[in-house]
T-cell receptor
Framework: AQSVTQLDSQVPVFEEAPVELRCNYS??????LFWYVQYPNQGLQLLLK??????LVESINGFEAEFNKSQTSFHLRKPSVHISDTAEYFC?????????????FGQGTELSVKP | DTAVSQTPKYLVTQMGNDKSIKCEQN?????MYWYKQDSKKFLKIMFS???????INETVPNRFSPKSPDKAHLNLHINSLELGDSAVYFC????????????FGQGTRLTVV
């Protein structure tokens, strides 16, 4: 079984400040790792994912996340946030070994960017 | 050209009623899902279908019955609605039974009064 813990439920930051949203997972099997973003009253959009290869993955809008196997973490970072980054962010894992493809989500982190 | 579309977007209904939510994907994926997001925004899988076959039923009450008429559609029927069913329901799809990227619909906000 897998579980995902997002260590911060709310992260308020000022515009242009750096931000880190923390995610730790627990799993007895190898997993794929994901960050999804949910803007108000919208569905989830994939922000970035780690499947294999380089442990540092990047999104097109400046976010990056690093897979750390020893610490079972997949923290999300952005060096300079914008007002438009205000949203709910979800970390998720899925079993590489085929368990029907289900995603196990963390509790979510509400990122609030203030001017 | 919405990839995963759900209807309706909002649904308000009384306790005891039966309602359906429809989902369609035009991505050519063979796996579809239903997720429930509760009032605290926690997301949990309900069902997973691969090629119209039920793969995952995550201890969901029998009042919830998914139906997949073909690979592009996965509908959710709910009988005898209860207050606790109020939530946002998301449909999603992915290619293959190993989920390397899931695409989500916009969600259906169900309110039971």
């Amino acid at each position: 079984a897998q579980s995902v813990t997002q260590l911060d439920s709310q992260v308020p930051v000022f515009e242009e400040a750096p931000v880190e949203l923390r995610c730790n997972y627990s799993s007895s099997v190898s997993v794929y790792l994901f960050w999804y973003v949910q803007y108000p009253n919208q569905g989830l959009q994939l922000l970035l994912k780690y499947l294999s290869g380089s442990t540092l993955v990047e999104s097109i809008n400046g976010f990056e996340a690093e897979f750390n196997k020893s610490q079972t973490s997949f923290h999300l970072r952005k060096p300079s946030v914008h007002i438009s980054d205000t949203a709910e962010y979800f970390c998720a894992v899925s079993d590489r070994g085929n368990q029907g493809g289900k995603l196990i989500f963390g509790q979510g982190t509400e990122l609030s960017v203030k001017p | 050209d919405t990839a995963v579309s759900q209807t309706p977007k909002y649904l308000v209904t009384q306790m005891g009623n039966d309602k359906s939510i429809k989902c369609e994907q035009n991505l050519g994926h063979d796996t579809m899902y239903w997720y429930k997001q509760d009032s605290k925004k926690f997301l949990k899988i309900m069902f997973s279908y691969n090629n119209k076959e039920l793969i995952i039923n995550e201890t969901v009450p029998n009042r919830f019955s998914p139906k997949s008429p073909d690979k592009a559609h996965l509908n959710l029927h709910i009988n005898s609605l209860e207050l606790g069913d109020s939530a946002v329901y998301f449909c999603a799809s992915s290619q293959g039974s190993k989920n390397t990227e899931a695409f989500f619909g916009q969600g259906t906000r169900l309110t039971v009064v």
